[in-house]
């Protein structure tokens, strides 16, 4: 059994659906892409996961179990966070009020201060800038703050939305650097890329979303050896 199945999941806004069927499974200690060009439903699809936008049919199950339309509340204690694009902070707060606030679920609290150094050890910037407030952190600081605050839930499985969108080389390095750490510490993460080379070497499988469904699937080593992937994602 996988850690997170979804399977035929359709999401629709109002009178206009999105997703329409996506099947996608996560193994524990996995990290998965999902990539696809702009409007092809990545975004609906992490939301829907982390139970920020309800479905309207098909399953999501976490060890087997069904959270398919509950909230977003019961999503974090189950141990499903979702990092959003755009990183969200609450900008006019430290740095360490942020990352603090993310530990706000019961099997978080206890051991906020144990997960706070380890974030400290991941993103060693943000303890030298803790009483910083949020919105004035560069946005590679602010990327790695908002992934910080995502892991002082303690997550299962971590989804990142546009992990390096608009920031410089060498901060998304660090920031895909802490992504293979956060594994390594047991943590499955989904990541949503635009650059499908950086996915690709980052992730052990990928999924590439057209229009809704799921177009292609598989190893991220073998998608990017495949012809059409490359003439259609990887500019080849
Ligand atoms: N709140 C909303 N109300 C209505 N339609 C929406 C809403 N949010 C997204 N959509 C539409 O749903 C489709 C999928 O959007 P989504 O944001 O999931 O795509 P995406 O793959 O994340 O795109 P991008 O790469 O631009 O972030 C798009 O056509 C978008 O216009
Ligand atoms: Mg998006």
């Given at each position: 059994m996988s850690l997170l199945e979804?399977?035929?999941?359709?999401v629709s806004y109002g009178d206009t659906d999105v997703l329409f069927g996506i099947d996608l499974a996560v193994d524990?200690?996995?990290?998965v892409a999902v990539v696809g060009s702009n409007g092809a439903g990545k975004t609906t699809l992490l939301q829907t996961i982390a139970a920020l936008l309800p479905c309207t049919a098909g399953k999501v199950k976490l060890d087997g179990q069904s959270i398919e339309n509950s909230d977003t509340h019961r999503a974090v204690d189950q141990g499903i966070v979702?990092?959003?694009?755009?990183?969200?902070?609450?900008p006019r707060l430290s740095v360490l009020t942020n990352l603090e606030l993310g530990a706000f679920c019961a099997h978080a609290r206890p051991?906020?201060?144990?997960?706070?150094?380890r974030v400290y050890e991941l993103f060693p910037v943000l303890k030298e800038r803790a009483g910083q407030l949020a919105g004035t952190l560069s946005g590679g600081e602010q990327q790695m703050c908002a992934i910080g605050r995502g892991?002082?839930?303690?997550?299962?499985?971590l989804l990142i939305d546009e992990v390096s969108l608009g920031l410089?080389?060498?901060?998304?390095?660090?920031?895909?650097?802490?992504?293979?750490?956060?594994?390594r510490m047991g943590t499955s993460v989904v990541l949503v890329?635009?650059?499908?080379?950086?996915?690709?070497?980052?992730?052990?499988r990928a999924y590439v979303i057209k229009q809704g469904l799921v177009a292609l699937q598989g190893e991220s080593a073998a998608l990017m050896n495949d012809p059409d992937v490359k003439k259609a994602y990887l500019g080849l």
């Open positions: 979804v399977s035929g999941l359709q524990e200690g996995e990290i979702y990092v959003p694009e755009g990183r969200r902070l609450f051991e906020r201060d144990a997960t706070l150094q892991l002082m839930s303690r997550p299962r499985l410089a080389p060498v901060v998304i390095s660090k920031v895909y650097e802490a992504i293979a750490e956060i594994r890329e635009q650059n499908v080379h950086l996915a690709f070497k980052a992730a052990d």
